[in-house]
């Protein structure tokens, strides 16, 4: 199972597992797919959206976790 980091860009998670886009909608984040977005860090990310990094980061391993994406 792949960890998420803080250091990880949004495009290395959905790499990680696409279907976790909704953790994403849930802050706000609906443009994944937008060139900066797909570059930013969890952590710029969060900053930029005013988002508590490690309350998204926990979502984001929990749904991984649960959920987790076999290709």
Do not use: Q, R, W
Not at 30 to 55: F, R
């Amino acid at each position: 199972m792949n960890k998420i980091t803080l250091d990880m860009t949004i495009a290395e998670v959905l790499a990680i597992n696409p279907e976790i886009a909704p953790v994403f909608f849930e802050y706000g984040m609906h443009c994944l797919s937008c060139p900066v977005a797909s570059a930013e860090t969890i952590a710029e990310a969060a900053e930029v959206h005013g988002i508590d990094a490690d309350e998204m980061l926990a979502k984001l391993n929990e749904f991984n976790n649960e959920h987790p994406y076999n290709a």
